[in-house]
């Protein structure tokens, strides 16, 4: 049971004779592993502004992730806020902040070995919990998730009162950026 | 079609990605950003658990409100950055020690 973005792609793929099943499942590891090479990107480069560039398009193939779990709205609310917003925060810090481009500037401290070695051994604990692990999950041919309907459903009725709260969140960061950013204030 | 484990590990290596950013980062704009894969790796592990167990949106719905809440503390800490650059003329997270004593 797939969803209706990635079905309309298999099926044009499916009318030049190649097997559904595969091509979703091709799609899914390449977009997963521009995922894993962008997120390197962001962690490793010299240049800070590739640094942002690179996380916008890790954050666009993790989009095409949430498409893969059945989680369309997602999907667009992840390419309009992360992509949209987030990003071109960030690039607009960045160029608001002088000289911090340039090549010859260090971008990592002294302890990027320990660090590594601690990031390597906590992703291989990690793998090694969810591969042995026995999940309750049903079987990955018939999960098909919430959908799009019990997601507005939930939003409007259980979870009304956080729904509210994080537009009011989203009000009180609103406010203090400007109090904090406002400059001449001496 | 694709299993549960390969989405969780695909959550764990952005896990992995952005704490090795943000541990060793000397800018608070790199800092930032890894903090935002930490986000998304955590997004990715609500969504997959919810497609795969249960009916509830609960998952999807709490992705929605990571996100508002990766936006705000976004938006304070890039406006932190710029202030205390305006101040102090470096965004280095080394330099930044005058709360200390």
């Known amino acids: 049971m797939m969803n209706g973005l990635i079905r309309q792609l298999s099926d044009i793929v499916n009318n030049y004779g190649l097997p559904q099943d595969f091509v979703v499942q091709a799609s899914f590891y390449v977009i997963a592993g521009l995922a894993c090479v962008f997120a390197f990107g962001v962690v490793a480069m010299r240049n800070i502004f590739h640094c942002a560039v690179s996380l916008a398009l890790c954050l666009f193939c993790v989009a095409g992730v949430y498409l893969f779990l059945n989680a369309e709205f997602l999907a667009i609310a992840q390419v309009l806020i992360y992509v949209g917003a987030i990003v071109t925060l960030f690039i607009f810090a960045i160029m608001l902040t002088a000289n911090i481009e340039d090549r010859s500037i260090r971008q990592a401290n002294r302890q990027a070995l320990v660090s590594a070695v601690v990031a390597a051994a906590i992703l291989s604990f990690f793998i090694f919990i969810i591969i042995g692990a026995p999940w309750k999950a049903s079987d990955a041919a018939v999960a098909t998730g919430p959908g799009l309907e019990n997601l507005g459903r939930a939003l409007m009725s259980v979870y009304a009162l956080p729904f509210e709260f994080i537009s009011l969140i989203l009000l009180a960061a609103l406010v203090g950026a400007i109090v904090i950013g406002k400059a001449g204030r001496r | ?101």
Do not use: D
Request: net charge positive; no cysteine; hydrophobic share 60%.
């Open chain 2, 1 to 101: 079609m694709i299993p549960q484990n390969h989405f969780l590990i695909l959550g764990a290596v952005l896990f992995a990605m952005g704490l090795y950013g943000a541990l060793t980062r000397r800018t608070a704009i790199g800092i930032l950003m890894s903090i935002e894969l930490i986000l998304n790796a955590a997004n990715i592990n609500l969504i997959t658990f919810n497609k795969f167990i249960g009916s509830e949106a609960l998952g999807q719905v709490f992705a929605l409100f990571v996100m508002a809440i990766a936006a705000a503390s976004a938006v304070i800490g890039l406006v932190l950055v710029i202030a205390v650059y305006r101040n102090m003329k470096t965004i280095f997270t080394e330099k930044m020690n005058i709360l200390k004593w």
